[in-house]
């Protein structure tokens, strides 16, 4: 059975040799809940595009929760939370998420969505040719470089290159990519590092395709605001509109004695700062604006009063 990122990290989890055994039937009960969760998730719907947003972010924040506690924080052993970041149990949910739920809002407005979108999606970053003027190669060493984006609203693209006008096949080199429209990173948690990190790929993504988008999702802040006008980021959204638990806090959770002290303040941490709806209406938001409103017009522009 094919799953997605996320579901395939509780396979992968279930399958390490390191893994506690009383963990095992947990992983296992997670995963028929992670099937129950896609099944609803594909199921989901609305009148209108709110309503469906509201449902599916609602989908989202219970099994999240599950997983950030039931699974994780709930467990006897300590593996499963001091591993977390390596596991990529709980970070991988909002990344699994991402392409259904944009791919649903977008099928609800539009009736079809005919870009692909998807988590991990190689898109196109740069090409260069590997030859010289002794050694010119078959269409001139041709070579694209890519990178995986986190989530990617994307085209294929087919390219050929040759020396011969003709393109004749045996001169001819053909190869495919994906071009990135909308590209996001996701995060759990945005530090200052991550951000420099992001600014320099979101420069790199424009240099590739002038029109792309790029626009970096995390849970928590972790760092005093910076503001994005420097950079070539789009818009830096904080989907659960909170700051990342103090580390004086967070040290206590690494032994299981620790986390049962702790349980209720944790779960109304999360609680009170669930995934907020409005943050992802805003994405879908500037998604479909990309989709209905390409270019700027003289009629709209003076319409409205700004670009």
Same mark, same amino acid.
């Given at each position: 059975?094919?799953?997605?990122?996320?579901?395939?990290?509780?396979?992968?989890?279930?399958?390490?040799e390191k893994?506690?055994?009383?963990?095992?039937?947990?992983?296992?009960d997670?995963l028929?809940?992670?099937?129950?969760?896609?099944?609803?998730?594909?199921?989901?719907?609305?009148?209108?595009?709110?309503?469906?947003?509201?449902?599916m972010?609602s989908?989202?924040?219970?099994y999240?929760?599950?997983?950030?506690?039931?699974?994780?924080?709930d467990?006897?052993?300590?593996?499963l939370y001091?591993?977390?970041?390596?596991?990529?149990?709980?970070?991988?949910?909002?990344?699994?998420?991402?392409?259904k739920?944009v791919r649903?809002?977008?099928?609800?407005e539009?009736?079809?969505?005919?870009?692909?979108?998807?988590?991990?999606?190689?898109?196109?970053?740069?090409?260069?040719?590997?030859s010289?003027l002794?050694?010119?190669?078959?269409?001139?060493?041709?070579?694209?470089?890519?990178?995986?984006?986190?989530?990617s609203?994307s +085209?294929k693209l087919?390219?050929?290159? $040759?020396?011969?006008? %003709?393109?004749?096949?045996?001169k001819?080199?053909? =190869? /495919?990519?994906?071009?990135?429209?909308?590209l996001?990173?996701m995060?759990?948690?945005?530090?200052?590092?991550?951000?420099?990190?992001?600014?320099?790929?979101a420069?790199?993504i424009k240099?590739?395709?002038?029109g792309?988008?790029?626009?970096?999702?995390?849970?928590?802040?972790?760092?005093?605001?910076?503001?994005?006008?420097?950079?070539?980021?789009?818009?830096?959204?904080?989907t659960r509109?909170?700051?990342r638990?103090?580390?004086?806090?967070?040290?206590?959770f690494?032994?299981s004695?620790?986390?049962?002290?702790?349980?209720?303040?944790?779960?109304?941490?999360?609680?009170?700062?669930?995934?907020?709806?409005?943050?992802?209406k +805003?994405?879908?938001g500037?998604?479909? $604006?990309?989709?209905? %409103?390409?270019?700027l017009i003289?009629?709209?522009? =003076? /319409?409205?009063?700004?670009?």
């Amino acid at each position: 059975m094919v799953r997605g990122v996320h579901g395939e990290k509780i396979v992968a989890a279930i399958d390490s040799e390191k893994m506690p055994a009383t963990d095992i039937p947990r992983l296992k009960d997670a995963l028929v809940k992670y099937d129950e969760w896609v099944k609803k998730l594909n199921e989901a719907s609305g009148n209108t595009l709110d309503e469906l947003i509201e449902n599916m972010v609602s989908l989202l924040n219970d099994y999240k929760l599950y997983i950030d506690v039931d699974l994780i924080f709930d467990s006897t052993e300590d593996f499963l939370y001091r591993q977390k970041g390596q596991l990529k149990l709980d970070n991988t949910v909002i990344e699994e998420f991402m392409p259904k739920f944009v791919r649903k809002c977008i099928e609800h407005e539009c009736g079809t969505c005919d870009v692909e979108v998807g988590s991990q999606t190689p898109t196109f970053s740069s090409v260069y040719f590997e030859s010289s003027l002794s050694n010119p190669v078959k269409g001139g060493g041709i070579n694209i470089k890519t990178k995986d984006q986190d989530f990617s609203m994307s +085209r294929k693209l087919y390219l050929r290159s $040759s020396y011969d006008p %003709n393109f004749k096949k045996e001169k001819t080199v053909t =190869l /495919e990519t994906h071009l990135g429209y909308v590209l996001s990173e996701m995060k759990t948690n945005l530090d200052k590092t991550m951000f420099q990190e992001a600014s320099a790929t979101a420069h790199d993504i424009k240099l590739a395709v002038t029109g792309a988008k790029y626009y970096l999702l995390c849970d928590f802040l972790d760092m005093t605001p910076i503001s994005t006008t420097t950079t070539d980021i789009d818009e830096i959204l904080i989907t659960r509109k909170a700051k990342r638990i103090s580390s004086n806090i967070r040290s206590k959770f690494s032994t299981s004695a620790g986390r049962i002290a702790k349980r209720e303040w944790y779960v109304d941490y999360l609680k009170n700062n669930p995934y907020a709806t409005d943050i992802f209406k +805003r994405y879908i938001g500037h998604i479909l $604006s990309q989709l209905n %409103n390409e270019e700027l017009i003289e009629e709209s522009v =003076l /319409e409205v009063g700004y670009f």
